[in-house]
């Protein structure tokens, strides 16, 4: 089952991340309050659906709402999410494969929209 959880740090900030079943797929960096959190949520359901898909290893560009596939400096593969403004919002763990983190973008798009949001502290 998919889900965004809103986490509260050690810091008293709030992070966002979007699980499966406990497996953590992409997460957001902290914001100060937990209303910039729950923004952050409601523009990924809204705009991950229908956003681009940039690879850049392949020297693709793109510009609005994007998911970007990129190289780890290990040499693995990883996704971020930007928004228009060119923000990123969250980004995933790194994947060996890239079909891997392919599938990671496939997963978001396709379940974030109806995803239940946690809020948890």
């Given at each position: 089952?998919?889900k ?7 810091k ?27 923004n ?22 793109g ?9 780890a ?6 996704v ?17 494969a890239?079909?891997?983190a392919?599938?990671?973008?496939t ?13 948890e502290?």
């Open positions: 089952m998919h965004f959880k809103i986490v509260k740090t050690e008293g900030e709030y992070r966002v991340q979007f699980v499966y079943n406990a497996e953590v797929m992409v997460w957001s960096e902290n914001y100060a309050s937990k209303a910039s959190a729950k952050c949520v409601e523009s990924i359901k809204k705009n991950a659906p229908t956003a681009a898909i940039v690879d850049l290893t392949q020297q693709e560009t510009s609005g709402y994007r998911f970007e596939i990129d190289e400096k290990n040499g693995e593969t990883f971020r999410f930007r928004a228009a403004n060119g923000e990123i919002m969250v980004r995933s763990e790194t994947y060996k890239k079909s891997s392919k599938n990671c973008v997963s978001v798009q396709k379940n974030a929209p109806e995803a239940a949001v946690v809020e502290g």
